[in-house]
């Protein structure tokens, strides 16, 4: 890797050295104890026992049961692996697309669309479920009602949202968000002089975006892609509501069977040897990906030369791209949106003319009298931006190491953080009660807890920080050294400017992920660091529908407008032409 | 009992009716209340202030601080409603902090504490709880029931077709007409072991799966059966119907035979912070008063022989035998619940 040769161990100055070592200790610390928590808690037992309490023992139990039994490689690992390949596949040609229109093409209406976009990371889930089932209910769903009252037929579908390829598309529409934030920034940021040398030499535009524009871009999309992948891996509210009734059976549905168990304790070394697959897949991919960069001279397209960008007119392609924007945003936000707040106002009575008599505002009143509003919104927004922000800062320090130096433990460093995402948030959440109960140092019960809980999720901003140092040639920070700079000023002035899409893109991903995450607040609430995501699972849980909805809507109306504004000023040239 | 159907309206009025009465009594009885040793609770209660209290939801614990406030004032009860307080409580008691007094949960729920010996005793019979209404040498009181029941759109579904018996849930004229919650529907299924035997209650499974053609979602069944994409919900429990029903959803349910009750309780922390506000909010809420309390705020009943709840009276009133929990039977439950969603989820034959 010629970049990352050139800087040796040896010329990083004081300050660096203090700065990385730190960065990287801290990465050890927030990943370690968790990952320490999944492997201890695979290995133990018996399942009436949490893995820590005295009368638990060392067992095999756990992972035996899993993976010796048939089911496991006839129903588990197929039905897993055709869900997650097709939602990753269906989710990369969606988010690419969207994120093509939105960064390199003149496509009208680009920043709604940017904004847009994100509004299935916003709603609940079950918000979400609900209206595709509103939509694609093989009995009454909406365009199941037209298809058959336009071709007079009768019975059930055509089309199911309980089925495979339902599972698929309703997982695509609500992972192209995560995937869109981690893609814009790469293509945005991407040099296109070597595309318009490549159409100079008379090279077809497909050519070019297969042998050119493809390859050059691959560390920006393989990183997303492994992160779609692990992501699906471990999320399990839509297998349970759309996936369930076709009798799918996936990871995510066995962890979520170990940890409701009918009665009593939840078996978290069953839960913990179902992640153990996902570490192992985490390494594969790691192992696939560093494969996939190793020469990565290839992919820098920043060098100190200036470049302008310049947009794709889309030209005859532009009704069927906007056709395909405008279809992602009916299916992905505005039925959603319209669901979100027709709840709100009418619960779950399906709309008519008549339901309209039953209109009410009580939820919003209700919700605004609630107490435990203020206070939930104030930890919200503490926990959510600062673990963002120290993510966000702690990765890109972390990529710095694995793409820029050659320390002893940028290796330890980079398989670490890219484990992260393999252990899942409820195991998080037990390892940092047990840890900070018998560690008594005052966190426990605090907001603050939430904060060290929140900041594990290290490998997102660790993959698309090193992806965007792979763009950018080394010669800048030579250039920058030989002019006298230290490093801090080096990476102030030079990196941090060039890497700010990228890194603006993460922090937006975190911030949208600290406000959602409600599993690690829920194992640690306590009366002072209720967060908005636990109200708003309590009340959901409560069946509390329209109050649900209510604080839904209020979430999406207060962050929607932020994220346009800080994709605004935190990158200012992002969709201008 | 040929079919305990709601018939909503009659149901809904006998309800208020009777909390109509309810509401008219003081709220706190002449009874127990008024006697010296609860007098001397009460009084020792106000002097600590403050009662923390943690139940599995929400809505099952939102409604006590007002509720109990009126009945005893000057006690500060703090609520957690939520699905994780056990694994809270163990791991808070085994790290030496203290802070919760009343735990409530399903009879089997609070096993896992039980056998730690985290649950102390509490003198039921002050609060006017018979030896009948508590479990494991008086350290739970019984506090209400869930009963399963069927739940229909009452607009769309063939009222003919309701079912009298679990069994007739799989009937040909109901197939791909039902939802269910894949929470619930195992739970009844390996609860009806213990009424039907172990074989039928797997075959119930399984033809719901094979024959059925259930959809057994984790998505809120609610809008699935108003919208008809589904007409009929399997394993509901009797008060979340009544409690949609009072929302304005056009539902109705009907209780089928082997019924079958889930029992919650109230427990005492041994080490709890405020031990005396503590067994008088436990007390209360497993006493005649707290029941009625319960039923008023959010619908729930108490199913078991001599109760007064007007809610349960018709179920009661028919003679029908109703198998509840059985805390001696938890870990067979739990073993059958697994099997069950095993051969419901598909994972099993």
Known sequence: MAASSQTAQGRLDLPARVVLSLAALAAAWLVLVPLAMLLFSAFRGPADFLPFEDGARWVTDNVARLYLNPGFFQRLLPDTAISVLGTVALTTMMAFTLAWAVERTDCPGRELIGVCVLFPMLVPVNVLAVAWIYLMGPNAGWINLAIRGALGLGGQGPVNVFSMAGLILCQSLALTPYMFLLLAPVLRTMNPSLEEASAASGAAPGTTFRRITLPILMPGILAPVILATIITLEQFELPLMIGLPARLNIFSYRIYQELNPADGLPNYGGAAAVSLSFLGIAAILLWLYNRAIRRADRFVTMTGKAYAQRRFALGRWRLPMLTFVAGYIALAAVLPAFVLIWTSFFGYIPPSAAALARFSAKAYQQLLADPRLLPALKNTLIVAVASAGIVTVLGALLGWIVVRTRLWFRGAVDFLSFLSIGIPSVIVGLAIMVFYLTVPVGLYGTVWILLVAYCYRLATTTRTARAGLLQIHQELEEASAASGAGWLTTQRRIVLPLLAPSLTAAFVLLFIVGLREFTIPLVLASDDNIVLSVLLWRLYQGGDPARTAALASLIVLAVLPAIFLLRRRLVPNAMKG | ?349
């Open chain 2, 1 to 349: 009992m040929s079919r305990h159907e709601s018939q909503p309206a009659i149901i809904l009025a006998a309800a208020v009716t009777a909390l109509s009465l309810l509401a008219a009594l003081p709220a706190r009885a002449q009874g127990w209340a008024e006697q010296p040793a609860a007098r001397e609770l009460y009084a020792k209660a106000k002097a600590e202030g403050e009662v923390v209290f943690w139940g599995t939801q929400a809505r099952e614990v939102d409604w006590i601080p007002q509720a109990f406030g009126k009945a005893f004032p000057g006690i500060n009860v703090k609520v957690v409603g939520d699905n994780n307080i056990t694994t809270t409580a163990i791991a808070e008691a085994r790290a030496g902090r203290n802070q919760l007094d009343v735990f409530w949960h399903s009879l089997t729920g609070v096993a896992a504490l039980l056998d730690r010996d985290l649950i102390a005793a509490n003198d039921w019979k002050m609060f006017g709880v018979t030896p009948e209404n508590t479990e494991a040498q008086g350290r739970l009181g019984f506090t209400n029931n869930v009963v399963y029941a069927f739940m229909y759109n009452e607009k769309k579904a063939d009222k003919a077709l309701l079912p009298k018996t679990w069994n007739d849930v799989l009937k040909p004229e109901l197939k791909d007409r039902m939802v269910a919650s894949e929470f619930l529907m195992p739970r009844l299924s390996g609860a009806l072991v213990f009424s039907m035997g172990h074989d039928e209650a797997m075959n119930f499974a399984r033809g719901l799966r094979d024959k059925a053609g259930l959809l057994m979602t984790r998505a809120p069944r609610e809008p699935i059966v108003q919208s008809g994409e589904r007409v009929y919900s399997v394993a509901e429990l009797d008060q979340q119907v009544r409690l949609w029903k009072s929302e304005g959803l056009d539902v109705g349910y009907v209780i089928p035979e082997p019924v079958t009750a889930s029992q919650f309780v109230a427990a005492v922390l041994t080490k709890a912070p405020h031990p005396n506000a503590g067994r008088l909010l436990a007390g209360w809420l497993a006493s005649d008063e707290g029941k009625a309390a319960r039923e008023q705020a959010i619908f729930t009943a108490d199913y078991r022989p001599g109760s007064k709840s007007a809610i349960a009276r018709p179920l009661l009133e028919s003679g029908v035998k109703i198998y509840f929990d059985d805390i001696r039977q938890v870990e067979q439950r739990n073993k059958y619940f697994k099997e069950a969603a095993d051969i419901l989820s598909g994972q099993m034959r």
